[in-house]
Protein backbone atom coordinates (compact mmCIF):
# COMPACT_ATOMS: atom_id res chain seq x y z
CA UNK A 1 0.00 0.00 0.00
CA UNK A 2 1.57 2.99 -1.29
CA UNK A 3 1.81 5.79 1.15
CA UNK A 4 0.40 9.25 1.58
CA UNK A 5 3.01 12.03 0.57
CA UNK A 6 1.99 15.65 1.92
CA UNK A 7 3.57 18.68 0.68
CA UNK A 8 6.07 21.22 2.47
CA UNK A 9 2.84 23.47 2.77
CA UNK A 10 0.24 21.06 3.63
CA UNK A 11 2.54 19.26 6.75
CA UNK A 12 3.06 22.79 8.24
CA UNK A 13 -0.24 23.41 8.01
CA UNK A 14 -0.88 20.54 9.70
CA UNK A 15 1.55 21.31 12.05
CA UNK A 16 0.68 24.75 12.49
CA UNK A 17 4.47 26.14 11.78
CA UNK A 18 6.05 28.30 8.93
CA UNK A 19 7.37 26.31 5.85
CA UNK A 20 10.89 27.64 6.71
CA UNK A 21 10.80 26.05 10.09
CA UNK A 22 10.26 22.38 8.34
CA UNK A 23 13.22 23.20 6.42
CA UNK A 24 15.49 25.13 9.13
CA UNK A 25 14.77 22.14 11.49
CA UNK A 26 15.84 19.51 8.59
CA UNK A 27 19.13 21.62 7.84
CA UNK A 28 20.04 21.87 11.69
CA UNK A 29 19.56 18.54 12.74
CA UNK A 30 20.36 16.69 9.62
CA UNK A 31 17.15 15.23 8.72
CA UNK A 32 16.45 12.85 5.84
CA UNK A 33 13.26 14.04 4.32
CA UNK A 34 12.65 11.80 1.20
CA UNK A 35 12.02 13.99 -2.06
CA UNK A 36 10.22 12.82 -5.49
CA UNK A 37 11.14 12.48 -9.20
CA UNK A 38 10.72 16.45 -9.67
CA UNK A 39 13.55 16.65 -6.03
CA UNK A 40 11.04 18.64 -4.04
CA UNK A 41 10.12 17.51 -0.30
CA UNK A 42 7.17 15.31 0.31
CA UNK A 43 6.47 14.57 3.99
CA UNK A 44 5.03 11.03 5.20
CA UNK A 45 3.02 10.64 8.18
CA UNK A 46 6.13 9.48 9.84
CA UNK A 47 7.95 12.51 9.00
CA UNK A 48 5.13 14.64 10.12
CA UNK A 49 5.01 12.84 13.52
CA UNK A 50 8.87 13.38 13.73
CA UNK A 51 8.54 17.38 13.32
CA UNK A 52 5.77 17.30 15.42
CA UNK A 53 7.52 15.62 18.64
CA UNK A 54 10.59 18.39 17.33
CA UNK A 55 8.05 21.18 17.80
CA UNK A 56 7.26 19.67 20.94
CA UNK A 57 10.36 19.52 22.23
CA UNK A 58 11.32 22.93 21.34
CA UNK A 59 7.83 23.94 23.18
CA UNK A 60 9.03 22.48 26.62
CA UNK A 61 12.48 24.47 26.14
CA UNK A 62 15.15 22.47 24.69
CA UNK A 63 17.34 23.68 22.53
CA UNK A 64 18.10 22.14 18.95
CA UNK A 65 21.48 21.01 19.83
CA UNK A 66 20.05 18.56 22.55
CA UNK A 67 17.18 17.86 20.39
CA UNK A 68 20.19 16.67 17.73
CA UNK A 69 21.71 14.87 20.10
CA UNK A 70 18.66 12.62 21.03
CA UNK A 71 17.51 11.99 17.28
CA UNK A 72 21.55 10.86 16.61
CA UNK A 73 23.02 9.63 19.47
CA UNK A 74 19.95 7.87 20.89
CA UNK A 75 17.22 5.99 19.16
CA UNK A 76 15.39 8.44 16.42
CA UNK A 77 11.93 8.76 18.12
CA UNK A 78 10.49 8.11 14.66
CA UNK A 79 12.03 6.77 11.08
CA UNK A 80 11.74 8.51 7.78
CA UNK A 81 10.55 6.89 5.06
CA UNK A 82 12.98 3.16 4.60
CA UNK A 83 14.72 2.71 1.00
CA UNK A 84 13.45 -0.75 -0.01
CA UNK A 85 16.80 -2.40 0.90
CA UNK A 86 16.13 -1.18 4.38
CA UNK A 87 12.70 -2.00 4.82
CA UNK A 88 13.34 -5.88 6.52
CA UNK A 89 16.42 -4.49 8.20
CA UNK A 90 13.44 -1.49 9.82
CA UNK A 91 11.01 -4.27 10.73
CA UNK A 92 13.49 -6.28 12.58
CA UNK A 93 14.78 -3.11 14.91
CA UNK A 94 12.66 -2.91 17.94
CA UNK A 95 10.75 0.67 18.28
CA UNK A 96 11.43 3.01 21.57
CA UNK A 97 9.10 2.20 24.16
CA UNK A 98 7.22 6.18 25.22
CA UNK A 99 8.38 5.12 28.59
CA UNK A 100 11.74 5.42 27.86
CA UNK A 101 11.42 8.77 26.07
CA UNK A 102 11.42 10.86 29.24
CA UNK A 103 14.77 8.90 30.34
CA UNK A 104 16.23 9.61 27.45
CA UNK A 105 15.79 13.20 27.49
CA UNK A 106 16.69 13.26 31.03
CA UNK A 107 20.24 12.27 29.83
CA UNK A 108 20.40 14.37 26.29
CA UNK A 109 19.70 17.29 28.88
CA UNK A 110 22.63 15.86 31.49
CA UNK A 111 24.90 15.63 28.51
CA UNK A 112 24.26 18.82 27.35
CA UNK A 113 24.77 20.45 30.59
CA UNK A 114 28.00 18.28 31.23
CA UNK A 115 29.36 20.23 27.93
CA UNK A 116 28.41 23.35 28.55
CA UNK A 117 29.90 23.08 32.25
CA UNK A 118 32.82 21.84 30.60
CA UNK A 119 32.47 24.91 27.72
CA UNK A 120 32.01 27.20 30.87
CA UNK A 121 35.15 25.62 32.66
CA UNK A 122 37.53 25.98 29.30
CA UNK A 123 36.28 29.21 29.39
CA UNK A 124 37.12 30.09 32.61
CA UNK A 125 40.60 28.79 32.10
CA UNK A 126 41.38 30.96 29.31
CA UNK A 127 39.99 34.11 30.68
CA UNK A 128 42.38 33.23 34.23
CA UNK A 129 45.69 32.58 31.88
CA UNK A 130 44.78 35.74 30.42
CA UNK A 131 44.34 37.32 33.21
CA UNK A 132 47.87 36.22 34.27
CA UNK A 133 49.10 37.07 31.39
CA UNK A 134 48.36 40.25 31.48
CA UNK A 135 48.84 40.72 35.19
CA UNK A 136 52.43 39.67 34.18
CA UNK A 137 53.02 42.10 31.52
CA UNK A 138 51.65 45.15 34.07
CA UNK A 139 53.88 44.12 36.44
CA UNK A 140 56.62 43.78 34.49
CA UNK A 141 56.03 47.03 33.23
CA UNK A 142 55.56 49.11 36.35
CA UNK A 143 58.70 47.53 37.73
CA UNK A 144 60.90 48.87 34.41
CA UNK A 145 58.88 51.83 35.21
CA UNK A 146 59.33 52.14 38.90
CA UNK A 147 63.46 51.25 38.23
CA UNK A 148 63.21 54.49 35.73
CA UNK A 149 61.56 56.59 37.94
CA UNK A 150 63.50 56.03 40.94
CA UNK A 151 66.61 56.80 39.35
CA UNK A 152 64.93 60.36 37.97
CA UNK A 153 63.67 60.66 41.36
CA UNK A 154 67.17 60.01 42.64
CA UNK A 155 69.24 62.60 40.72
CA UNK A 156 66.57 64.98 41.35
CA UNK A 157 66.54 64.33 45.19
CA UNK A 158 70.53 64.61 44.91
CA UNK A 159 70.21 67.77 43.32
CA UNK A 160 67.67 69.24 45.86
CA UNK A 161 69.91 67.86 49.04
CA UNK A 162 72.86 69.45 47.85
CA UNK A 163 71.00 72.88 46.88
CA UNK A 164 69.75 72.72 50.45
CA UNK A 165 73.10 71.65 51.99
CA UNK A 166 74.66 74.81 50.32
CA UNK A 167 71.71 77.03 51.21
CA UNK A 168 71.81 76.13 55.00
CA UNK A 169 75.72 76.18 54.87
CA UNK A 170 75.67 79.84 53.28
CA UNK A 171 72.78 80.77 55.91
CA UNK A 172 74.80 79.49 58.97
CA UNK A 173 78.16 81.58 57.56
CA UNK A 174 75.59 84.59 57.61
CA UNK A 175 74.46 84.10 60.57
CA UNK A 176 78.02 83.43 62.22
CA UNK A 177 79.15 86.85 59.93
CA UNK A 178 76.29 88.80 62.00
CA UNK A 179 76.68 87.44 65.65
CA UNK A 180 80.49 88.74 65.04
CA UNK A 181 79.48 91.98 63.93
CA UNK A 182 77.41 92.41 66.75
CA UNK A 183 79.71 91.17 69.10
CA UNK A 184 82.78 93.51 67.64
CA UNK A 185 80.28 96.46 67.92
CA UNK A 186 79.31 95.07 71.45
CA UNK A 187 83.17 95.13 72.40
CA UNK A 188 83.33 98.85 70.75
CA UNK A 189 80.90 100.29 72.34
CA UNK A 190 81.91 98.80 75.74
CA UNK A 191 85.29 100.31 75.31
CA UNK A 192 84.01 103.93 74.10
CA UNK A 193 81.89 103.56 76.88
CA UNK A 194 84.91 102.89 79.45
CA UNK A 195 86.64 105.22 78.36
CA UNK A 196 84.36 108.14 78.55
CA UNK A 197 83.94 107.48 81.91
CA UNK A 198 87.18 107.54 83.07
CA UNK A 199 87.41 110.95 81.08
CA UNK A 200 84.09 112.06 83.63
CA UNK A 201 85.91 110.69 86.20
CA UNK A 202 89.40 112.70 85.48
CA UNK A 203 86.91 115.77 85.44
CA UNK A 204 85.51 115.12 88.61
CA UNK A 205 88.59 114.85 90.46
CA UNK A 206 90.37 117.92 88.95
CA UNK A 207 86.93 120.31 89.50
CA UNK A 208 87.16 120.18 93.43
CA UNK A 209 90.83 121.37 93.37
CA UNK A 210 89.68 124.45 91.10
CA UNK A 211 86.56 125.20 92.84
CA UNK A 212 88.69 125.37 95.95
CA UNK A 213 91.18 127.76 94.36
CA UNK A 214 88.59 130.13 93.32
CA UNK A 215 86.67 129.72 96.50
CA UNK A 216 90.00 130.76 98.46
CA UNK A 217 90.99 133.59 96.16
CA UNK A 218 87.30 135.12 96.96
CA UNK A 219 88.02 134.93 100.47
CA UNK A 220 91.47 136.21 100.13
CA UNK A 221 90.04 138.77 98.39
CA UNK A 222 86.69 139.10 100.96
CA UNK A 223 89.49 139.38 103.92
CA UNK A 224 91.22 142.00 102.25
CA UNK A 225 88.32 144.23 101.44
CA UNK A 226 86.86 143.53 105.49
CA UNK A 227 90.54 143.96 106.83
CA UNK A 228 90.57 147.52 104.95
CA UNK A 229 87.15 148.46 106.26
CA UNK A 230 87.70 147.35 109.85
CA UNK A 231 91.18 148.69 109.78
CA UNK A 232 89.68 152.71 108.68
CA UNK A 233 87.14 151.64 111.45
CA UNK A 234 89.48 150.59 114.13
CA UNK A 235 89.17 146.78 114.38
CA UNK A 236 92.08 144.61 113.07
CA UNK A 237 91.71 141.58 115.10
CA UNK A 238 90.19 139.21 112.44
CA UNK A 239 91.86 135.75 111.21
CA UNK A 240 93.67 135.27 107.78
CA UNK A 241 91.38 133.24 105.22
CA UNK A 242 94.79 131.21 104.76
CA UNK A 243 95.03 129.92 108.77
CA UNK A 244 91.39 129.10 108.34
CA UNK A 245 92.04 126.24 105.96
CA UNK A 246 92.19 127.71 102.49
Same mark, same amino acid.
Given at each position: ????????????????????????????????????????????????????????????????? @???????????????????????????????????????? @?????????????????????????????????????????????????????????????????????? @???????????????????????????????????????????????????????????????????????
Amino acid at each position: MEKVRYTISDAAQMMDVESHALRYWEEELDLSVPRNEQGHRYYTKENIEQFQKIKDLKEKGYQLK @AIKMLLHEEQPLLETEPQPKEKAKAKEKPQVPAATAQPQM @AQVTQITKQRAQSSKTGADEKMEQFQNLMTGIVKRAIEENNQALGLAVGEQVGERVLKEMNYLAREQEEQ @AEERYRRLDEAIRQHHKSKKLFHKKSKDKAVLPKTTRAIVCSFKYVWYQIITYLRFCSGQSHLQHPVQQGC
